[in-house]
């Protein structure tokens, strides 16, 4: 049975940190990307980052490029990501999501199954 849970989510101030966990079960991370995703009230989904362990280097959306980095442990079937420089407009509920495409432009796409999203806070 695939899952994805997410958690890390949490409220900090602006220029903050936090590290958001994926743990995945029912496959292992070697065999799909995965992606994480966030959406705020009102907003699109949009897809931020994604790693694959067929590529060396992880796709970041330009809006948290330079500010978010992905990375995933294989022993624990953990992706993570970690968020510093955290603004205004970062606040979302963040999901994670396994994926079965990779693109060096789009990032993940065709996702097959989702976590049930962590919510993510900046505020002051």
């Known amino acids: 049975q695939v899952q994805l849970v997410e958690s890390g989510g949490g409220l900090v101030q602006p220029g903050g940190s936090l590290t958001l966990s994926c743990v995945a079960s029912?496959?292992?991370?070697?065999?799909?990307?995965i992606g994480w995703f966030r959406q705020a009230p009102g907003e699109e989904r949009e897809g931020i980052s994604c790693i694959s362990g067929s590529t060396p280097l992880p796709y970041y959306a330009d809006s948290v490029k330079g500010r978010f980095t992905v990375s995933g442990d294989k022993a624990k079937n953990t992706v993570y990501l970690q968020m510093t420089g955290l603004k205004p407009e970062d606040p979302a509920v963040y999901y994670c999501?396994?994926?079965?495409?990779?693109?060096?432009?789009?990032?993940?796409?065709?996702?097959?199954?989702w976590g049930q999203g962590t919510q993510g806070t900046v505020s002051s």
């Open positions: 999501a396994r994926a079965t495409g990779y693109s060096d432009v789009r990032g993940c796409y065709n996702m097959d199954f």
């Open positions: 029912g496959f292992t991370l070697d065999s799909y990307p």
